[in-house]
C-alpha cells in the first residue's frame, strides 16, 4: 500500500474513532457530545420546518431561503443564536434595500451590478454587522437577480424570517443545559501541570546544588505550552459562560459562580506561568563570557549552588499551596491552605534574610538572587488573592 493511502486509511480510521466516541459519549449521559448531537437534529428539524412552511406560502422562487436561514440562525448556543440571526437579519435589510433602491431607479444592467457590489461590499467593510457582514453582498446579488422588485423582495425577506424563526424556536424548546464539570476539569488539570512545572522547576535547582547541568532549552518550550492549555481551558470557560446567558434552562447563580471560579483560576496560572518562566531562565543561565579580570557584572552572575538548595525548598513549599488551593471547588480546608501558604512566607523570609547576609561577600550574585525571590513571591501572592476570591464566590 502506498503512504498516500496509509495517511487516508489512518485519516478515516482517526475520523470514525472520534465520531465513535463522540456518540459513546452522547449516549452516556449530558454534556458537550450530547449537545453537538442534539444541535445536528435541531439543524435538520429546523431546516425542514422551515422549508415546508417556505414551499406552502410563499413563491418557489425562494423557497430556499428559509432553510438556509435556519441553518445560520442555530449556533451552539441561545446567545450566539439571537446574535447571528439579529445580525444576518439587519445584513439582509441592508442588503435587499441597496437592491431595491438600484433596481427601481437605474434598473438592471451590468454597470449597475457592478456598482452594486462596489457599493454592498463597502457596507460590509464596516463593523456594523460581525461575521454577518459577508451577507450583504450575497443578499444583494440574490435581490438584484430578481430585478430589485418588491414582488419579489418581500418573499425573499419573508423566507429568511421563517428560516430564523422555525431555528430559534428550536433552540429554545430544546436549549443545551449549561455545563461546568467539563471546564472544571479542565481547570483542575491546569492546575496540576502548574504545580507539576513548581516541582520540576524545583528538583532544577536541587540538580543545581549538586553541581548537575540544568539544561535551559525546554522551558520556554513547557511555560508555552502552559499558555496554550491555559487559553484553550479559557476558551471552554467563555463557551459555558456563553451558554448561560438567555438560556431558558439556566441553573443560575450556582453555575456562574463555580465557572466564575475557574476564570479566577486560570487568570491566575497564567501569570504563573509568567513567573515561572522568569525563575527558569535565572536557574538556568551560565555565563557564556570568558571570566574577566575584574569582579563580574551582575547580569552575567548566575544562581549559587547554596542558594539554589534552600531556593528548591522555598518551591517544593509555593507547590504544596498550589495543591491545596484544590481550585476551581475552593480549598476543601481553607485553614490547611492557609497554614501551607504562610509556611511557604515564613520559608520565603528566611530565604530572603540568608541571602541578604551573604550580599556583602557576593555583591555580583545578589541580583539574580533578587529577581528569582520577587517572582516566588508573586507566585505565593498569585495563590493566596486566588484562594480568597474562591472563598469570596463560594459565599
Known amino acids: 500500500m502506498s503512504e498516500s493511502k496509509t495517511r487516508a486509511v489512518d485519516w478515516c480510521r482517526r475520523r470514525w474513532h472520534t465520531t465513535r466516541t463522540s456518540l459513546e459519549d452522547a449516549v452516556r449521559g449530558p454534556g458537550e457530545a450530547r449537545d453537538g448531537v442534539l444541535l445536528l437534529v435541531k439543524v435538520a428539524a429546523a431546516a425542514t420546518v422551515a422549508w415546508c412552511l417556505s414551499s ?63 457599493v454592498a461590499l463597502a457596507v460590509a467593510r464596516l463593523p456594523l454587522l460581525g461575521g454577518q457582514s459577508v451577507q450583504v453582498p450575497v443578499v444583494a446579488l440574490f435581490a438584484f437577480a430578481g430585478g430589485g422588485r418588491v414582488d419579489y423582495i418581500g418573499p425573499l425577506v419573508a423566507s429568511a424570517a421563517i428560516g430564523v424563526c422555525c431555528g430559534l424556536a428550536a433552540h429554545f424548546a430544546f436549549a443545551p443545559s449549561p455545563h461546568t464539570a467539563p471546564a472544571r476539569r479542565r481547570v483542575e488539570e491546569l492546575t496540576a501541570r502548574a504545580q507539576t512545572l513548581l516541582r520540576d522547576l524545583a528538583r532544577t535547582a536541587e540538580r543545581k546544588t549538586a553541581g548537575e547541568d540544568v539544561g535551559e532549552e525546554y522551558w520556554p518550550r513547557r511555560c508555552e505550552e502552559l499558555a496554550a492549555q491555559a487559553a484553550d481551558a479559557r476558551s471552554l470557560l467563555e463557551r459555558e459562560q456563553e ?36 525563575i527558569a531562565r535565572a536557574l538556568t543561565y551560565e555565563p557564556r563570557t570568558p571570566e574577566p579580570s575584574g569582579p563580574r557584572r551582575s547580569f552575567e552572575a548566575s544562581v549559587s549552588a547554596d542558594f539554589a538548595a534552600s531556593y528548591a525548598e522555598l518551591l517544593h513549599a509555593t507547590a504544596e499551596g498550589l495543591e491545596h488551593l484544590a481550585p476551581p471547588q475552593g480549598p476543601n480546608d481553607p485553614d490547611r491552605l492557609r497554614r501551607r501558604v504562610e509556611a511557604a512566607e515564613r520559608r520565603y523570609e528566611e530565604v530572603v534574610a540568608t541571602t541578604r547576609s551573604d550580599r556583602p561577600d557576593r555583591e555580583g550574585e545578589w541580583p539574580v538572587h533578587g529577581t528569582v525571590l520577587v517572582e516566588t513571591a508573586r507566585i505565593l501572592e498569585e495563590i493566596r488573592h486566588t484562594s480568597d476570591l474562591v472563598a469570596d464566590t463560594r459565599g
Not at 59 to 67: H, I, K, L, Q, R
Not at 80 to 86: E, I, K, P, Q
Not at 244 to 263: D, E, V
Open 243 to 278: 451558554n448561560t446567558r438567555l438560556n431558558p434552562r439556566r441553573p443560575w447563580n450556582s453555575a456562574q459562580a463555580s465557572l466564575q471560579r475557574c476564570h479566577e483560576t486560570i487568570g491566575m496560572i497564567e501569570r504563573i506561568g509568567t513567573h515561572v518562566r522568569s
Open 56 to 118: 406552502w406560502l410563499l413563491p418557489t422562487n425562494v423557497t430556499a431561503f428559509a432553510p438556509f436561514t435556519a441553518l445560520l440562525a442555530l449556533q451552539a448556543t441561545v446567545y450566539r443564536s439571537l446574535w447571528d440571526s439579529a445580525q444576518y437579519l439587519g445584513a439582509m435589510a441592508i442588503g435587499t434595500a441597496v437592491a431595491a433602491g438600484f433596481g427601481s431607479t437605474v434598473g438592471v444592467h451590468a454597470w449597475t451590478l457592478c456598482v452594486l457590489v462596489f
